[in-house]
């Protein structure tokens, strides 16, 4: 597998999994001390499709149209 391919397939999981956890929202709670928040959660999925969609935009190729004048 490609790291382009591996890239493309992270970002799929974790838009599967934000789909998911957005549909059908679950409270935050503390158990013996140990926080879980959902919403921390759901921000550290977004931040890693951000990173990818970053990736995956400079790994394709790009044009630039500029005009000489003398």
Known sequence: ???LEQLQTI???CLQQLVELRSS???SY???GQRVSWE???KSLERTI???ERKLTGSEPFEIASV???
């Open 68 to 70: 000489g004048v003398t």
């Open 40 to 42: 921390t959660y759901a």
């Open 30 to 32: 503390e158990i013996d």
């Open 1 to 3: 597998m490609t790291e």
């Open 25 to 27: 929202p679950k409270p």
């Open 11 to 13: 970002k799929s999981l």
């Open 50 to 52: 951000d990173w990818c």
